[in-house]
């Protein structure tokens, strides 16, 4: 069982927005390490949606957390993932700390961030994936085959998204602009960047062109 981008098939429709169809409680599900940068802090969990539970966490998920030493532990039940998360937070409930200030109250998730843990829970992660045999995908190798799954539907999104922005400047007085489509473009943009996805595989020559002037 590998990444497979059909399974987690996203269609960026607005803004910056990550959108993922419904899904039941059964099925594919991932225990999420996710290291936070700018201190010895990791945040524990498990999503359906993994890129939808980053943007959740912080909008420019791309760079508050290391996605190098990030990982995905891929599981084929919900209750299989819920059972990992649980034995690596009560393992280290003493290690239990705050969520960053940055993150929403209603994201953070009490009892889920943990302080000085890093290498134990990346071994604990690695040891299941080896004795139950299921895929652990590094969040940037990852993030970098889900953006290039999406290959045509970034491409034709990208020329919508290029198409508002210059309607709004040629057509919307200045002082009323809103600048959300390319703010959003420029976001999308920043991620592939963030994770070595090469723009040209990707965007049109236009888009490519507005973003060394953007």
Not at 91 to 117: C, K, M, T
Not at 148 to 170: C, H, K, P, V
Request: glycine share 6%; aromatic share 10%.
């Amino acid at each position: 069982m590998g990444f497979d981008s059909g399974d987690a098939c996203v269609t960026i429709v607005r803004m910056d927005e990550f959108v993922m169809p419904r899904t039941l409680s059964k099925g594919r599900t991932f225990v999420y390490l996710l290291p936070w940068r700018e201190q010895d802090l990791v945040k524990v969990g498990y999503s359906r949606q993994p890129l939808v539970r980053m943007r959740n966490l912080h909008r420019r998920f791309f760079d508050v957390f290391d996605l190098d030493r990030g990982l995905l532990l891929e599981t084929e039940r919900l209750a299989q993932a819920r059972q990992v998360e649980r034995s690596i937070l009560l393992r280290h409930a003493e290690q239990r700390s705050p969520a960053p200030l940055v993150i929403p109250d209603a994201a953070a998730g009490y009892s889920e961030w943990l302080r000085g843990v890093c290498p134990e829970v990346t071994a604990e992660l690695q040891e299941v994936s080896v004795r139950d045999d299921l895929p652990l995908h590094t969040l940037k190798d990852w993030l970098q085959r889900w953006f290039q799954s999406q290959g045509d539907g970034l491409y034709e999104w990208s020329l919508r998204m290029l198409e508002a922005i210059e309607y709004e400047a040629f057509n919307v007085p200045r002082e009323l602009q809103r600048g959300e489509a390319a703010r959003s473009l420029a976001y999308v943009m920043d991620a592939c960047e963030a994770v070595d996805v090469p723009l040209a595989g990707l965007f049109p020559d236009t888009v490519l062109a507005w973003r060394r002037q953007f």
